[in-house]
């Protein structure tokens, strides 16, 4: 059960690690995620704080993720509690993101996703799946967790590294969906 855990703590740490690093990569960034806010029905005057409270729990949840991988493979009961900790944490952050985005494409807001930098298409339900696959993946690795299996090391750390490989679908989705959906017209 720890393959599991393992896989989760790496692609959600990952991913939330990506994610952070996308928001404040450049001068403009930070600004044009604050900017993007209201459209997932944020009243205007709060945008800041959330935009601010998603950043810091991105960072935090990377904070606790990646390290407790790295102790999991090694066989440190911390790394079970830190993984534990983060995975919950993980999957109340991508619940609340999931439903943002499913509201803000039911509503047809016009929203764009500034999750990880740029962006140059709308929301869609695609979105949503996403979203709702890194609920899952975060859910299934925290009850994974409380498992009695420690696994291999070699099993543990090609469970991580399939994680890191995860992650990078996760982060290039919209290349991906591009790929076999085809294009989806850009927001201007």
């Known amino acids: 059960m720890n393959h599991v855990a393992a896989f989760a703590a790496v ?6 690690c990506a994610s952070s690093v996308g928001k404040v990569r450049g001068k403009d960034a930070y600004a044009e995620f604050v900017a993007s806010v209201p459209a ?3 009243p205007a005057r709060w945008a800041r704080s959330f935009a601010a409270v998603t950043l810091a729990a991105e960072v935090a949840i990377a ?7 790295g102790l999991i493979v090694a066989g440190a009961a911390a790394g079970r509690w830190l993984a534990l900790a983060g995975l919950v944490l993980a999957s109340g952050l991508f619940g609340v993101l999931t439903a943002a985005v499913w509201r803000a494409v039911a509503r047809r807001t016009g929203a764009v996703c500034r999750c990880f930098g740029p962006a140059r298409i709308a929301l869609a ?15 299934a690795g925290a009850l994974a967790v409380s ?5 291999e090391p070699v099993g543990l750390a090609l ?3 399939l994680g890191a490989v995860g992650s990078v679908a996760v982060v290039r989705f919209e290349d991906l969906a ?4 085809g294009p989806v017209p850009e927001v201007r």
């Open 147 to 151: 498992g009695t299996d420690g696994g």
């Open 40 to 42: 997932f029905g944020v």
């Open 178 to 181: 591009e790929l076999f959906a």
């Open 125 to 139: 339900y695609r979105h949503v799946v996403r979203n709702a696959l890194l609920l899952l993946v975060a859910a």
């Open 11 to 16: 692609l959600c740490g990952l991913v939330l």
């Open 63 to 69: 904070a606790l993720l990646l390290p407790a991988a």
């Open 159 to 161: 469970a991580s590294a």
